[in-house]
């Protein structure tokens, strides 16, 4: 194995992590780098299960963690046969921490759209969360070297461009002048007229500030796709969550935003289970998925994390959890395949990718003709949804 390996888990940030670290260390031999997450049990399972597989393919090579697990899990996961060495999931960016020259290379994109990481850590105490364990507090990137880095994956080739962050709608606070994320991208889109696509990764709806919120409802080069923090659909258990909106907050903003912009695809990430859930709770959590148009869900069902809150709450049995996530993935996946089946007919602006699938605007992903150049934005017309694809 001559260029070093890395294995991505987890969340867009670590997506965005990982292209600079494969920059970084592209003069290293025989070197895999699992970049782990530890968001729930069951991604610090996949984690442990990842290590083992990059043992099994590259036996000789050096085998390193970096990411959350090995931060918030460092005994654990520092004990393993498979693992030769950890670096803190601060340091991962740094080339000291990787015995490297500091000298590295342009950051070249792995993929049609570049992920771009403006914003780290996280300053909130939701009560099921150990990602400050892992990230820190939250720290934003500065204006300058986002246009940097935005110039240097459009030299590259990049279409689209996805401002990533642990909390991406908390950018700016610890800034001179305590910016909001809205000025952020005004001065990219400004910066950039010939960038064709800038998209966010998930956003807390109460951060939205009034420039980020007319830029999505108006920015054609603002993608029509808004991925929420929204976590659940009840009030009470978002109270136990600690989370900072209420079901009417996230009505309220996603009724604002399609009445201006209708075309606009909402995503939200929803747990299943939390603790103290019970049967009229979990109704409104499927409720919402309808109340909200969700066509981009992320279902996750609950698992205690050491150390939070709510692992001393009162626990919703493990069975009754996978029931009801099922059941959110179910009533989800109903509502994305009407929302599929809408599109036919509509010729849809793709951004193709190397696979021979792209994404619409509203990240739909949509089948392309055989010989698409990867990179291309072409115009297709769906006639069908087929195996979740518009084809």
């Known amino acids: 194995m001559n260029a070093p390996h890395i294995v991505t888990l987890g969340c867009r940030m670590n997506i965005a992590e990982s292209e600079r670290m494969r920059a970084m260390l592209a003069g290293e031999t025989d070197l ?5 997450c530890a968001v729930t049990g069951e991604a610090l399972s996949q984690t442990r299960k990842a290590i083992r597989r990059a043992r099994r393919d590259h036996p000789q090579a050096r ?4 990411g959350c697990a090995a931060e918030i899990d460092r005994a654990e996961i520092g004990a393993m046969d498979e693992v030769d060495a950890l670096v803190a999931n601060a340091a991962k960016l740094d080339p000291r921490a990787w015995n490297i020259a500091a000298e590295a290379p342009p950051i070249a994109p792995q993929r049609t759209r570049a992920f771009v990481a403006v ?6 105490a939701c009560t099921f969360c150990v990602i400050p364990q892992g990230r820190g507090v939250s720290r934003s990137m500065a204006i300058p070297p986002v246009l940097r880095e935005v110039e240097a ?9 996805v401002l990533t962050g642990v909390d991406l709608t908390s950018w700016g606070h610890d800034l ?4 909001r994320l809205g000025v952020l991208l005004e001065a990219i889109l400004a910066a950039f007229p010939a960038l064709p696509r800038l998209r966010l990764s998930s956003v807390d709806g109460v951060e939205i500030d009034p420039a980020l919120f007319e830029l999505l409802a108006h920015e054609q080069r603002l993608m029509p796709h808004l991925h929420l923090s929204l976590q659940h659909g009840a009030d ?13 907050d996230a009505l309220e903003l996603v009724t604002r935003i399609k009445t201006l912009r209708p075309e606009v695809a909402i995503g939200a990430d929803l747990i299943a289970g939390f603790p103290t859930e019970d049967e009229a709770h979990h109704a409104a959590n499927l409720a919402i998925i309808d109340d909200l148009d969700i066509v981009h869900a992320h279902i996750f069902p609950y698992s205690p994390r050491p ?18 996530a099922a059941e959110l993935r179910a009533r989800s996946a109903a509502r994305r395949a009407a929302w599929l089946e809408s599109l036919v007919g509509e010729t849809l602006p793709v951004l193709a990718e190397r696979d021979g699938t792209g994404y619409a605007p509203n990240y739909a992903r949509v089948a392309l003709p055989p010989g698409t150049v990867a990179g291309d934005i072409i115009e297709v017309t769906p006639s ?3 195996e979740g694809l518009l084809a």
């Open 63 to 66: 085998l390193m963690v970096t």
């Open 153 to 161: 994956h459009l030299a590259a080739g990049a279409k689209e461009v």
């Open 384 to 386: 069908a949804v087929r």
């Open 32 to 36: 895999v780098v699992i970049n782990s």
């Open 176 to 179: 001179p002048g305590a910016p």
């Open 307 to 324: 150390g939070t809150p709510a692992a001393r709450m009162p626990q919703v049995a493990r069975e009754e959890v996978k029931a009801r």
């Open 119 to 124: 914003q780290n850590g996280c300053d909130h």
């Open 236 to 248: 009470l258990i978002l109270k136990r969550m600690k989370r900072r909106h209420l079901r009417d």
